[in-house]
């Protein structure tokens, strides 16, 4: 057979909340040395492999950030050199930069009059680091709306990488292996859709002759050529963590070494180099019809997110009239703070710090509207409204369509093998695998989100927030349900199902689910802690007694 090279990229997403390495650091050593090895072990091997390796890798803004901060480089001395390392990434011309927004933002649900912020600030400071910019853009939870399109392309993104099941071309079928042009009011992006069976392969498990053999069906002539793309986060998964037994050495390595010493089907590629020379001609859209029910499901999300909203629209009022006020650049920077999609998503102990973090922010525009007010300590009572909003505000309408992607989560580990007949979990093959990446995402009930069945859209936030004021349908303690099935998928259908469900907490191997401007650059308290796939029960005790849990992406 004559074989067709497919191109490859892929991609590592970085992400700690506000203050979470300094934490970690003092309640988890062991996991902060698996952390921070994971951002260094990236640029090692981009420099062991500069003619054969090409990769892409995302920081969040607030990741620099603490990366960048004296005290961090000192706690850490003892395992690596921050800023030597962060100096071999600005060298590594072979890694190409992606963005993510600041602070991790859920963007489609945040005041839209921050977008910009969020996206400049993590870009100002990547150039800073770094030297250069981003020029791809992968959206935090994968949550993305066409409103995003000009603001992305205003400040210089190239592309973005979305689910398969949300791009709809335009007059056929989707192709996965093929990027499309996505246009809103005037404005055009580059998407591409990432490869979900596989990316989920590449955070949990996979070798390079499986990954061969996955794509073997599709190694005849194309036109255009094809591109594979594999993107999932870069630090939360033992895999990823492991150098021993992980991504890099049972992957990485041996993938770069079969490039180099004899012909592979399969060639890595920077995707902004590439599609300069093969701009698409397909047109496409977006999909919406996916709620985000994981981040505004219950009343105290549906209130936080109203308050949020209010507070903002307060504090572009007081702007106008107080614009020399010193206090009003701490207020924007902890606005968009408490925008992070953690406060959010993970359960009562967060949405707490969340409820915090805006009773502070309305008693600063409080003194700043006046300054006899002293800020003291807040109040007990559990509704913010009235301390937080003193003047009726209306409410910002929120961008529609909204799309929210399913997640690369697997129920089982898959654990790799050098032998092609010996997968611990069947890849999808085929015609079954484009069939299930042409069609639109139907519910699953795995995924915890409930799908809009009524295409018409709410007119304003406060209709939109209202139809999320009941909790999920799934499990109330977190909105997830989490899987204890161990039995290992058989056909591509259930892997599909599989790795759509939110993995379950293997605490054996610390395994995290998968799931931004001068003015910021403030010192931060480590109130974050990680992300932990955990019943919020669970998840509550331990964050009591370890003052830590597991972030996750």
């Known amino acids: 057979m004559s074989y067709v090279t497919i191109l490859h990229a892929l991609g590592l997403q970085m992400h700690q909340p506000p203050g979470n390495l300094q934490l970690l650091i003092e309640t988890n050593v062991p996991e902060a040395q698996q952390i921070i090895y994971a951002y260094d072990r990236a640029t090692r091997y981009a420099h062991k492999y500069p003619h054969s390796a090409r990769f892409h890798v995302g920081f969040s803004g607030i990741l620099l950030e603490q990366l960048k901060n004296p005290a961090i480089i000192d706690s850490y001395r003892h395992f690596i050199d921050i800023p030597a390392m962060l100096q071999s990434y600005a060298e590594a011309k072979n890694i190409e930069l992606v963005g993510t927004g600041y602070f991790h933002p859920i963007f489609p649900l945040m005041p839209r009059e921050h977008w910009r912020d969020q996206l400049s600030s993590e870009q100002q400071l990547m150039e800073e680091v770094f030297g250069r910019k981003p020029r791809g853009f992968w959206a935090p939870e994968m949550a993305f709306c066409m409103e ?19 791009i709809q071309p335009q007059g056929e079928n989707l192709n996965i292996f093929q990027p499309y042009r996505v246009c809103y009011e005037g404005a055009c992006i580059t998407v591409l859709p990432r490869h979900h069976a596989l ?39 033992a895999w990823l963590r492991d150098e021993a037994e992980g991504f890099f050495l049972r992957f990485f390595a041996p ?55 209010q507070l903002s629209q307060r504090y572009q009022q007081i702007k106008r009239t107080h614009s020399d006020n010193p206090l009003l650049s701490q207020v924007y920077r902890e606005l968009l703070e408490a925008e992070a999609s953690c406060l959010l998503f993970w359960g009562e102990t967060w949405l707490e710090q969340l409820r915090h973090r805006l009773i502070q922010l309305g008693k ?80 699953d009930s795995s995924d915890n989100l409930a799908v809009q069945s009524d295409s018409s859209e709410p007119s304003s936030s406060a209709e939109l927030l209202d139809s999320q004021n009941s909790p999920a349908p799934d499990d109330s303690s977190d909105n997830l349900a989490v899987q204890s099935d161990s039995s290992e998928p058989s056909s591509s259908d259930e892997l599909l199902d599989s790795q759509n469900s939110p993995a379950t907490d293997d605490s054996s191997d610390n395994l995290a689910v998968q799931s931004d401007s001068s003015d910021m650059q403030s010192q931060l308290s480590p109130t974050i802690s990680s992300h932990h796939s955990v019943d919020r029960q669970t998840r509550q005790a331990s964050i009591t007694k370890k003052k830590n849990s597991r972030y996750k992406k």
């Not at 955070?203 to 993107?231: M, N």
């Open 199 to 237: 990316s989920a392969a590449q955070e949990h498990g996979l070798t390079p002759i499986q990954l061969v053999d996955t794509l073997q069906p599709y190694h005849g002539a194309s036109l255009p050529p094809r591109v594979l793309t594999t993107w999932s986060n870069g630090e939360n998964s």
């Open 255 to 309: 993938y770069m070494e079969h490039l180099e010493n004899a012909q592979y089907p399969v060639q890595p590629i920077l995707l902004s180099e590439w599609l300069r020379a093969h701009p698409p001609t397909v047109h496409a859209e977006i999909h919406a019809g996916y709620d985000f029910g994981q981040w505004r499901g219950s009343e105290r999300q549906h209130q936080a997110l109203s308050n949020l909203h």
């Open 364 to 443: 600063l525009l409080n003194k700043i509207e006046n300054p006899q007010v002293e800020v003291v300590a807040e109040p007990q009572q559990d509704d913010i409204s009235e301390l937080a909003m003193d003047a009726p505000v209306e409410q910002p309408v929120l961008p529609s369509p909204v799309m929210l992607a399913k997640k690369p989560i697997m129920k089982t580990r898959v654990y790799p093998n050098d032998s092609s007949d010996n997968l611990s979990v069947q890849l999808e093959s085929s015609d079954e695998l484009l069939d299930s990446q042409n069609s639109p995402a139907t519910d």
């Open 148 to 166: 995003m399109i000009p603001t992305l392309a205003d400040l210089g993104y190239e592309y973005v990488i979305l689910e398969a099941a949300h």
